[in-house]
Nanobody
Framework: QVVLVESGGGLVQAGGSLRLSCAAS????????TAWFRQAPGKQRMIVAS???????YYADSVKGRFTFSRDNAKNTVYLQMNSLKPEDTAVYYC????????????WGQGTQVTVSS
């Protein structure tokens, strides 16, 4: 079992920045990949970025060049640095992790709200 706790959401003006954190506890040594998802009102949840154990990252086209996924293995924490935020980035952001390299993510955080005002 892996428990994920997100923090760092909030209200920011367009063009501003936020950094989300996701702290993991439990069987963290089993985790092979971690991701950030977001879900805007009335829309499906979508993947924003992901990182695998080797360090390779993936970014959705809509956030490339603006968001950066990083991790601190010593703290069992991953981060999503979000710069040049746009109103369309407004959503609940979720951290997810899994002990496999493909398929659905098994472990999810509770989500943190990000609101970008125009």
């Amino acid at each position: 079992q892996v428990v994920l706790v997100e923090s760092g959401g909030g209200l920011v003006q367009a063009g501003g920045s936020l950094r989300l954190s996701c702290a993991a506890s439990g069987r963290t040594s089993d985790v092979l990949r971690t991701a950030w998802f977001r879900q805007a009102p009335g829309k499906q949840r979508m993947i924003v970025a992901s990182i695998v154990r080797s360090g390779a990252t993936y970014y959705a086209d809509s956030v490339k060049g603006r968001f950066t996924f990083s991790r601190d293995n010593a703290k069992n924490t991953v981060y999503l640095q979000m710069n040049s935020l746009k109103p369309e980035d407004t959503a609940v952001y979720y951290c997810a992790a899994d002990s496999t390299i493909a398929g659905n993510y098994r472990y999810w955080g509770q989500g943190t709200q990000v609101t970008v005002s125009s």
